[in-house]
């Protein structure tokens, strides 16, 4: 008699799609994790293998026998496989080369030698071309043929004799064109590209920018030697964003994921900055025993110093966060730096004076006029000093050449923070005074 089913029931882990069946294998112990992947069939490796984060894979293969890595491998996607291969130590890499096909093993040693973060690191090697003198129905019977091994073949890419890059032709307009047309009259001609040395974070912005599925990339002669695609460039993206985000809270950069760090890396990323920003915030320290006489005859104004440096600092952070991302996707540019720095001036200066607004009612009733005076003039102050800070030190460090995410959070906070209690106590010493 049959049994009613949950629809919401969750499927065994052979019945599971490929991608849930490698998610569950990352919650594995290690050692659990080859005797889980090899009670795959063998035409579930690969596919379950292809969604494994890389230090997965690296430490699957090696564990994995020889022959089952070899044809797992040999299935892989050419530049996914070239990233392998980068990650296993040497000796793995010996015996992997050893039993891989001479086609592979030499696909692989090419890709491989590419610079970390280049166009060439995160090429592949698996595209379709194309010969201008070809009629459209000769066109598509090579892609029919080509198709197995190419990433993609939505658009292939024209090559002469020497495999000089000279055009581009979609899949869709072959379909529509006669049988008899030639792919020179429908090719476009002049494709964009990029160089083998090109960073990999601009060919994801061109790649955005040109809403390409591929870019082609050249040799220094013109040569077609790969194509970057949509989602390795996605896969670029996600990571670079990261990076930045790490940089902003001041993490020094890590590749794991949040689950796979250990404590020890979490610790060594995070402990520099914290360490260097300890130093930072004793000339905080130092401006506060400096005004001591200042503090002990108007102790009230101990109470307004946390509200205005958290004030100067949010506004720098606001500001950091807004250019660096700005910068980050090309939004802003170094020469828009004079332009926004004038509009940036006026919206600090709208926004410390409704701030003073705010808290001056508050300084006259904890410590009378004269200290409502001096907490409404810094908090003025302090908003439009740390919003320019914040606004300008990433355009800095971008002239410095260096990474402008490293501007944002507790940096521009700590700057500000020294900056906002010397103003505050130098204009209650005035006001009152001292």
Not at 24 to 36: E, T, Y
Request: proline share 5%; charged share 20%.
């Amino acid at each position: 008699m049959p049994t009613d089913t949950d629809p919401h029931e969750v499927p065994s882990f052979h019945d599971a799609r490929p991608v849930d069946m490698a998610s569950r294998l990352g919650d594995l112990a290690a050692q659990d994790v080859a005797r889980h992947f090899m009670n795959l069939t063998d035409a579930q490796q690969p596919v379950v293998f292809s969604h494994l984060t890389m230090e997965l894979q690296c430490n699957l293969a090696q564990r994995l026998p020889g022959p089952t890595l070899t044809r797992i491998v040999a299935k892989m996607k050419a530049d996914d496989r070239a990233d392998l291969f980068n990650l296993l130590p040497p000796h793995e890499q010996a015996r992997l080369a050893q039993e891989l096909s001479p086609e592979i093993r030499e696909d692989i040693q090419r890709l491989a030698t590419h610079p970390d973060e280049s166009a060439g690191a995160i090429m592949t090697s698996d595209y379709a071309v194309l010969d201008a003198g070809m009629t459209t129905a000769q066109a598509i019977a090579a892609l029919r043929d080509q198709a197995p091994g190419a990433e993609t073949i939505y658009r292939s890419y024209v090559v002469d004799r020497d495999h000089l890059l000279t055009g581009s032709v979609r899949l869709h307009t072959l379909i529509l064109a006669q049988d008899d047309t030639l792919v020179r009259d429908l090719m476009e001609a002049a494709p964009i590209s990029v160089s083998l040395d090109a960073d990999q974070e601009e060919v994801g912005k061109m790649i955005a920018r040109y809403d390409l599925l591929a870019i082609p990339v050249v040799d220094e002669g013109g040569r077609l030697v790969g194509i970057v695609t949509h989602d390795d460039a996605a896969d670029v993206m996600q990571a670079e964003a990261t990076e930045d985000f790490q940089k902003i809270s001041h993490v020094l950069p890590f590749k794991q994921t949040m689950r796979e760090a250990g404590i020890g890396i979490l610790y060594s990323r995070r402990i520099v900055w914290l360490a260097l920003l300890v130093f930072g915030n004793l000339f905080s320290g130092a401006g506060i025993a400096y005004f001591e006489d200042v503090i002990l005859a108007y102790v009230s104004l101990v109470f307004f110093l946390p509200l205005l440096i958290d004030s100067s600092g949010n506004a720098g952070s606001q500001s950091a966060t807004l250019m660096v991302r700005a910068l980050a996707t090309g939004d802003v540019e170094m020469k828009d730096w004079r332009a926004l720095i004038t509009r940036e001036l006026a919206v600090a200066a709208a926004l410390g004076a409704t701030m003073a607004a705010v808290v001056m009612p508050l300084g006259a009733w904890r410590g009378g006029w004269d200290v409502a005076m001096a907490v409404g003039l810094t908090m003025f102050l302090v908003v439009i000093i740390g919003s320019l800070v914040g606004m300008s030190l990433p355009f800095l460090l971008s002239r410095l050449r260096l990474d402008p995410a490293t501007a944002s959070g507790p940096l521009v906070t700590t700057i500000s923070d020294a900056t906002g209690v010397l103003i505050y106590f130098t204009i209650a010493s005035f006001i009152l005074g001292f």
